[in-house]
């Protein structure tokens, strides 16, 4: 994510004549060393031969626009997005942009548009996209990734405006007239990487053409990563298998609604925060989840309930009677028995 330390002011800042401009006073992100300060944080830990990078190494060659990174809640859409553009801009955080759409995002926010000087009047601005393009054209031959999290909080079709076309690799450094009666282009070393929840409301939103010029990896919650953070947390055994048989309860059924990812987990260290994580977060989600089923909800706090908070073990009935359950002493988890 770049963090800008501060602007360079460059361009006409009149804008003559009353008629529409025809050039912008571009408010360009000074770097961090033209500032003499540290150059900001960017993550770039992600590992050369993860799989999730390969794969949009290999749609860049497949000359796709972007990629969208799909899939229901806490599935690390976000998190990868920003590791894969650190990786992919070489760690240097100068050719990378992250930005958030949302419901009040527009055209003017993310093109061009014109805001207030202090001295009076407005001035015509490149925003986000333009911005990004202006830098790319600086570093021909590298790549440079603009980072858009939640694509589908606003209208898509509606943010991009013309540049939706052009941002099509067979139409990249071709000109073509914004809004405002200019001409510009979109180098072809510009990426976008963008994340998505399928079950949006905004998603039926989102332009067919703009989903054809980008390539879709679908992020679904994942038990692996699951138990590498609650390793990462010291989590023990036990505790462990109950949370993934929990986990595993969630997934099933038909309501895409209730495919909690794995990333709600993160902050889970002890019995104590996971049963915090049930009493803040997880029963409200799934209770908006079920809001037409109760019975499945009803169901899955049961569930909670037994595997994981008040976990029992269910003696095996024999021709001499049940069998004691195992005990403490045994050594023996009740759940993975």
Known sequence: MVQTAGLIVTGPPD??????????????????AQLGLA????????????????EVRALLEDRYAGVILTGPPGTSKTWYAGHIAAKLVDCDPERARFIQFHASYQYEDFVEGYVPQEEGGFALVD????????????????????????????????VFGEALTYIEMSR???????????FVSIPDNLFFIATMNPLDRGVDD??????RRFAKIALDPDETLLTDILTANGVDAALQKRILTFFREL????????????????????QASLERLWTHQLRFYLEKAFRLDPDRFNTLRNSWESIVVRPTQQAPVTSDGPTPPATDDAGTDPVST
């Not at 003559?16 to 770097?31: D, W, Y």
């Not at 038909?254 to 993160?266: D, T």
């Open 206 to 211: 989102v332009d067919v053409a703009l989903e």
């Open 251 to 270: 997934q099933k059924g038909e309501n895409l609604l209730a495919k909690v990812g794995h990333a709600y987990f993160r902050g889970v260290k002890d």
């Open 172 to 182: 990249r450094d071709q000109d073509f007239a914004l809004a405002s009666g200019r």
């Open 39 to 54: 150059p900001p944080p960017f993550p770039c830990t992600l590992p050369d031969d993860d799989a999730r990078l390969l």
């Open 127 to 158: 925003k986000h996209l333009l911005e990004m393009c202006e830098i790319a054209r600086e570093v021909p031959g590298q790549l440079c990734v603009l980072v858009i999290d939640e694509l589908s909080r606003c209208d898509p079709g509606r």
């Open 15 to 32: 804008l003559g004549g009353g008629g529409p401009a025809r050039s912008a006073l571009k408010l360009r992100p000074m770097s961090s």
